[in-house]
T-cell receptor, first 113, second 114 residues
């Protein structure tokens, strides 16, 4: 019963490098989300995908791109990493047909030097 | 503009006593409210929710109260246990246009002292 799986769990990058964070869910959910968590800032939405084939910007999309590869997978890409993108990244999913709780992965801790 | 606020960054409570965590919101469109619990190095896990048509929802030791006129909700944990020590996030949402918009608070770190 995996739920939401994120890879990798940890990553260190140099400024300017690129990277893709992977997320997969096995709950047949329609909606998927990417958040970042910074101290004192709570969870802020980067991008979301309300359903397969659609993606939209959230609160803090600059410097990121996403791909909804299929219903299960939603990836987040940093094209040119910056130190300000050092954070913990969480992927989440939800059924997407009404107000319901989101299910979260265990996060990717990303450090950019 | 922070639409969901948790004004207490931390809270310490003795084991067996009541823990009360508070949350305020500003957007009148929110009609569904949630609490998540987060342990270090793990993702947030859903704890309890309440719809705007209710003013109270109870699940075991956890009760959420909603005061719509004051735009305030609270989470009561009775009795508090050491395993409840975690960061608690309040969230508020509404569903529109095929999308559930969720806004999180900044979290309250609860420490339950044995």
């Amino acid at each position: 019963n995996a739920g939401v799986t994120q890879t990798p769990k940890f990553q260190v990058l140099k400024t300017g490098q690129s990277m893709t964070l992977q997320c997969a869910q096995d709950m047949n959910h329609n909606s998927m989300y990417w958040y970042r968590q910074d101290p004192g800032m709570g969870l802020r939405l980067i991008y979301y995908s309300a359903s397969e084939g659609t993606t939209d910007k959230g609160e803090v999309p600059n410097g990121y791109n996403v791909s909804r590869l299929n219903k299960r997978e939603f990836s987040l890409r940093l094209e040119s990493a910056a130190p300000s993108q050092t954070s913990v990244y969480f992927c989440a999913s939800s059924p997407g047909n009404s107000n319901q709780p989101q299910h979260f992965g265990d996060g990717t801790r990303l450090s950019i030097l | 503009d922070q639409q969901v606020k948790q004004n207490s960054p931390s809270l310490s409570v003795q084991e067996g006593r009541i823990s009360i965590l508070n949350c305020d919101y500003t957007n009148s469109m929110f009609d569904y409210f949630l609490w998540y619990k987060k342990y270090p190095a793990e993702g947030p896990t859903f704890l309890i929710s309440i719809s705007s048509i209710k003013d109270k929802n109870e699940d075991g030791r956890f009760t959420v109260f909603l005061n719509k006129s004051a735009k305030h909700l609270s989470l009561h944990i009775v009795p508090s246990q050491p395993g409840d020590s975690a960061v608690y996030f309040c969230a508020a949402s509404y569903y529109s246009g095929g999308y559930q918009k969720v806004t999180f608070g900044t979290g309250t770190k609860l420490q339950v002292i044995p």
